[in-house]
């Protein structure tokens, strides 16, 4: 087998060395891709050099000669899934993707599924396409990619710095009533979500998260609200729920047993936890606001607590 090389292109300049190979091999473990760099497997202009180095434009990165230079991966996506989610995009622009994620998609493939949200985009575009942010399998509701590794960073850029501009807006359905809005500050630690239930915990340990909990609607037993987050931590709406027993309706890992045991009387079983709105600012400077309009097992609960 020969050298095989990759050369960076201007959307890649200024990345880390070991984030721009996993954005290629996606398949590959991160400890098999520390292991190439440490063992001069893969050398940037013919040099050994260290996970973290900031590639530039047209640095040429050697890669094992056993390594594909364009991998692709099948993922056996059905025609159905794809028109699906043709008919979710909300928003498209040169840079960026706003896509009405719906409940019981995972955002990336995992062990019972072997594609998510990003592979189906890649499929309707082309591989270049990238979560700007997360969202929980259960939870549906307005998604961003971008379209390139610029929007990326600058969106990412806009999270990291609290950007006033950004403003995620959630709806939910919880348990009980609330009177009044209430915001809550409290530290999430995510440091147990690998344990075997996958569940965050809130202790000063953990990272400072903030969300506004605001009532739109009483219903039977429960509440209709609005939340704007602050912060963008692992399970945040769901756990700080919990945490003022305003437990989400349907939520397998934070909900309430019997409260979830009269919501199943609905015959709805899908997360009542919907990202109804995003607004940001983007490349240029304009401002991008999209809502997502509600899954109708959402709108149909909510008829029926009513």
């Known amino acids: 087998m020969g050298v095989k090389n990759l050369i960076v292109d201007k959307d890649n300049n200024n990345r880390r060395l ?3 190979l996993m954005s290629i091999y996606k398949d590959l473990p991160k400890s098999k891709i520390y292991s190439m760099i440490r063992k001069g497997e893969v050398r940037v202009n013919k040099g050994r050099t260290k996970p973290l180095y900031k590639i530039k434009t047209d640095d040429n990165i050697r890669i094992p000669p056993y390594l594909e230079l364009n991998p ?3 993922y056996n996506i059905s025609p159905n899934i794809i028109k699906l989610f043709k008919s979710k995009i909300l928003y498209e622009d040169q840079n960026f993707i706003v896509v009405n994620k719906p409940s019981g998609i995972a955002v990336h493939g995992g062990s019972k599924s072997n594609y998510g949200v990003i592979s189906i985009l890649r499929e309707i575009y082309d591989n270049s396409v990238d979560l700007c942010h997360r969202l929980d399998k259960a939870t549906s509701g307005c ?10 960073r600058y969106f990412n850029e806009s999270l990291v710095s609290r950007d006033n501009n950004l403003v995620k807006t959630y709806t939910a359905i919880v348990k009980g009533y609330m009177d009044d809005q209430i915001l809550i500050n409290t530290n999430i630690d995510t440091s ?3 344990s075997s239930v996958h569940k965050v915990k809130i202790n000063k340990e953990g990272k400072a998260s903030k969300s506004l909990f605001k009532p739109i609607l009483k219903l039977n037993s429960c509440t209709l609200i609005e939340i704007e987050i602050f912060s963008g931590r692992t399970h945040q709406i769901r756990v700080q729920a919990e945490s003022i027993n305003h ?5 397998k890992k934070y909900g309430d047993s019997e409260f979830n045991k009269f ?3 609905s015959g709805i079983k899908t997360m009542a936890l919907h990202a109804k709105s995003i607004k940001f600012l983007d490349l240029n400077n ?7 309009p509600l899954e109708q097992s959402f709108a149909d609960l909510i008829e029926y607590l009513n």
């Open 143 to 152: 998604l961003v990619c971008a379209k390139n590794k610029i929007a990326l």
């Open 286 to 292: 304009n401002l991008i606001n999209i809502e997502a």
């Open 18 to 20: 070991d984030n721009y």
């Open 247 to 251: 437990n989400i309706a349907n939520d």
């Open 72 to 74: 692709l991966t099948n």
């Open 263 to 265: 919501i199943a009387k």
């Open 192 to 194: 147990s979500k690998n």
